[in-house]
C-alpha cells in the first residue's frame, strides 16, 4: 500500500507495485467504513502502468521536470457513497495521483469553494500519493509557499467565470 486517503467513512487506497515483466503499475481501491468501524470488502476502481519508477530518484526528478508536484495520472469513476439520496447513493469521485519530490513530505489541500475551510496538510510518504475530489470540491493543491500549485476539481463543478453561475 502505498497511500491512503480517507472521507469521513469513504476510504481510497493506492497500490503500487512491480509486475512479472518488470514494469511499475498502480491500482485504486475504495471502502465503505459500516456503523460498528469495520471495512466493507474493497472494490477495485482502476488501474495501469505509473510510466517511471516511482523509487529511482532519476525517473521521478525526470518526471517532475523541474517542478516539486505533478499529476501524473486523473481519473474518475461513479461509486456508492450512500451521502445522498439522489442517484441511489452513487456519486462521480475524481482521483488525481500525484508525483512529488522525494523532499516533499506534505502536500497543502484548500477547497476553493469553501473559503472558511481551513488548510489541511495530507502527508507524502511515497514519492506517489492519491488526492481525492468529491463532486462539490474544487481543490487547491500546493507544496509549500513557493512550490508547484495543481488545481483539482470533482466533477460536475462548474468554473466561476462562467454566465449563469452563482
Known sequence: MTDVSL???IGF???????????????????IRNSDGTWQEPD????????????????????????TMTGISDAESLIYTGRFSIDDGYESIRFLEV???????????????????SVTREP??????????FPEERLLLRTGSDGSVIHFDGAGVVADDEPGTS
Open 13 to 31: 487506497v493506492l497500490v503500487v507495485h512491480r509486475r512479472r515483466d518488470g514494469l511499475v503499475a498502480e491500482e485504486i481501491y475504495y471502502a
Open 44 to 67: 477495485h476502481l482502476s488501474g495501469g502502468l505509473v510510466g517511471i519508477d516511482p523509487q529511482v530518484a532519476r525517473d521521478v526528478q525526470g518526471a517532475l521536470r523541474g517542478e
Open 124 to 133: 507524502t510518504p511515497h514519492t506517489l500519493s492519491i488526492l481525492v475530489a
Open 7 to 9: 472521507h469521513g467513512d
Open 99 to 117: 508525483l512529488t519530490a522525494p523532499w516533499i513530505d506534505h502536500i497543502e489541500v484548500a477547497d476553493r469553494g469553501r473559503p472558511s475551510a
